[in-house]
């Protein structure tokens, strides 16, 4: 590998996200043109990308200070199931449904940050059985059924109750109707939209300025350090697991409001979506590197790439190929070392296996002795 290639490694590791992102859409152009390029289709893949980019930032902060959480996409049922019977049994208006679905799921995630911090249990191990545990419980509270949040009444109209939760994510509710805000997509600015980009902006702010987010990346970087530096690792563990918790509460509504129905397998793969996001985004896996605004340029890459390749009509299996492809690079693109150490690796074993009597071209020859 040449010394020119290894310098620009780490620059196209930093702007991964902004090349791919650039690159995805380009090939969705040139290849679909105007079926790409319109309003519809861009309002339809934001619906999708709206609970993804969510759950992945959320996944950003477990990420960083080196955990992994794989129960968002269960939760995300949890929180969309919990919203649907709040809907249909008891009549609550959104305003009431969101934080009871927020307050459940950061429940959940306080349970995976106390298991893994408190029992010391890893971060994959607790979270996989809380994945397994929350779709156990979705699955028991909607007898294994999906659960519609479109009410009629007995006039066969939709109910004022049922209209206000759709707000959550149908298009043509632009939450800005008569003003002069510009119109995004086909209908309007709507709620996914809203929250995908204050959430951004307050967990963006959270990292870059707090003392909280400070310690997060210690954590990630070296918790032992970051003890003996007085950062209480245990409560940093417990609050990123529970702040992921938490945006699932907020994930499941918009799903659910989008399809119209509160299904129990609901965001089944959703958290390796999150991961990827958040890996194409720049983060490191082994914690201490990320952020909010890398993840949700790789959650965009997601989805339109998941958009460009079902209009060109490539099959779901070749789909998840390429999405692992994708992930591939982008860690080796992050990881220049890889190269490098491969390239010092085999100096290394051309030395060992030269003769022991023949000098090694890079290393000085013993002067000759005086007579």
Same mark, same amino acid.
């Given at each position: 590998?040449?010394?020119?290639?290894?310098?620009?490694?780490?620059?196209?590791?930093?702007?991964?996200?902004?090349? @791919?992102?650039?690159?995805?859409?380009? %090939?969705?152009?040139?290849?679909?043109?105007?079926?790409?390029?319109?309003?519809?289709?861009?309002?339809?893949?934001?619906?999708?990308?709206?609970?993804?980019? %969510?759950?992945? =930032?959320?996944?950003?902060?477990?990420?960083?200070?080196?955990? =992994?959480?794989? #129960? +968002?996409?269960?939760?995300?049922?949890?929180?969309?199931?919990?919203?649907?019977?709040?809907?249909?049994?008891?009549?609550?208006?959104?305003?009431?449904?969101?934080?009871?679905?927020? *307050?459940?799921?950061?429940?959940?995630?306080?349970?995976?940050?106390?298991?893994?911090?408190?029992?010391?249990?890893?971060?994959?191990?607790?979270?996989?059985?809380?994945?397994?545990? *929350?779709?156990?419980?979705?699955?028991?509270?909607?007898?294994?059924?999906?659960?519609?949040?479109?009410?009629?009444?007995?006039?066969?109209? +939709?109910?004022?109750?049922?209209? #206000?939760?759709?707000?959550?994510?149908?298009?043509?509710?632009?939450?800005?109707?008569?003003?002069?805000?510009?119109? %995004?997509?086909?209908?309007?600015?709507?709620?996914?939209?809203?929250?995908?980009?204050?959430?951004?902006?307050?967990?963006?702010?959270?990292? #870059?300025?707090?003392?909280?987010?400070?310690?997060?990346?210690?954590?990630?970087?070296?918790?032992? !350090?970051?003890?003996?530096?007085?950062?209480?690792?245990?409560?940093?563990?417990?609050?990123?697991?529970?702040?992921?918790?938490?945006?699932?509460?907020?994930?499941?509504?918009?799903?659910?409001?989008?399809?119209?129905?509160?299904?129990?397998?609901? @965001?089944?793969?959703? $958290?390796?979506?999150?991961?990827?996001?958040?890996? %194409?985004?720049?983060?490191?896996?082994?914690?201490?590197?990320?952020?909010? =605004?890398?993840? #949700?340029?790789?959650?965009?890459?997601?989805?339109?790439?998941?958009?460009?390749?079902?209009?060109?009509? +490539?099959? !779901?299996?070749?789909?998840?190929?390429?999405?692992?492809?994708?992930?591939?690079? !982008? +860690?080796?693109?992050?990881?220049?070392?890889?190269?490098? @150490?491969?390239? $010092?690796?085999?100096?290394?074993?051309?030395?060992?296996?030269?003769?022991?009597?023949?000098?090694?071209?890079?290393?000085?020859?013993?002067?000759?002795?005086?007579?």
């Amino acid at each position: 590998m040449t010394a020119s290639f290894r310098r620009v490694l780490p620059v196209l590791g930093s702007l991964q996200g902004y090349i @791919g992102l650039i690159l995805i859409v380009v %090939i969705g152009i040139w290849t679909k043109g105007e079926q790409f390029a319109n309003a519809d289709n861009i309002t339809n893949a934001i619906g999708y990308f709206a609970p993804r980019a %969510i759950l992945a =930032i959320g996944m950003t902060l477990v990420i960083i200070a080196a955990g =992994i959480d794989l #129960s +968002v996409g269960a939760l995300l049922a949890v929180g969309g199931t919990t919203s649907a019977l709040l809907l249909t049994d008891h009549g609550l208006a959104p305003w009431a449904i969101l934080p009871i679905s927020m *307050a459940v799921c950061a429940a959940f995630g306080f349970v995976n940050g106390a298991g893994t911090a408190l029992l010391r249990i890893q971060s994959f191990v607790m979270t996989l059985a809380m994945m397994t545990i *929350a779709r156990g419980i979705v699955r028991e509270a909607s007898d294994n059924t999906s659960i519609g949040t479109t009410l009629i009444d007995k006039n066969g109209q +939709v109910t004022p109750v049922s209209k #206000s939760f759709q707000k959550l994510a149908t298009p043509g509710n632009n939450l800005f109707a008569g003003t002069d805000i510009p119109l %995004i997509g086909r209908d309007g600015i709507y709620f996914p939209v809203i929250a995908v980009i204050v959430i951004a902006i307050i967990f963006q702010l959270v990292l #870059s300025k707090t003392k909280f987010g400070r310690h997060v990346y210690a954590v990630g970087g070296n918790p032992t !350090a970051a003890r003996l530096s007085g950062v209480n690792v245990t409560w940093v563990i417990i609050a990123v697991f529970t702040i992921s918790g938490l945006l699932a509460g907020v994930a499941g509504p918009i799903n659910a409001a989008y399809n119209a129905s509160a299904d129990p397998q609901a @965001g089944l793969g959703y $958290e390796l979506d999150a991961i990827a996001a958040v890996v %194409i985004g720049g983060a490191s896996l082994a914690g201490g590197r990320g952020s909010v =605004i890398g993840t #949700s340029v790789g959650a965009l890459i997601l989805t339109f790439l998941d958009n460009v390749l079902g209009l060109n009509n +490539v099959s !779901a299996n070749w789909q998840m190929i390429i999405k692992g492809l994708i992930v591939i690079a !982008a +860690v080796v693109i992050q990881r220049p070392d890889l190269f490098t @150490g491969a390239a $010092e690796r085999a100096r290394t074993r051309m030395r060992r296996d030269r003769a022991p009597d023949e000098p090694a071209p890079d290393q000085p020859t013993s002067p000759p002795e005086p007579s």
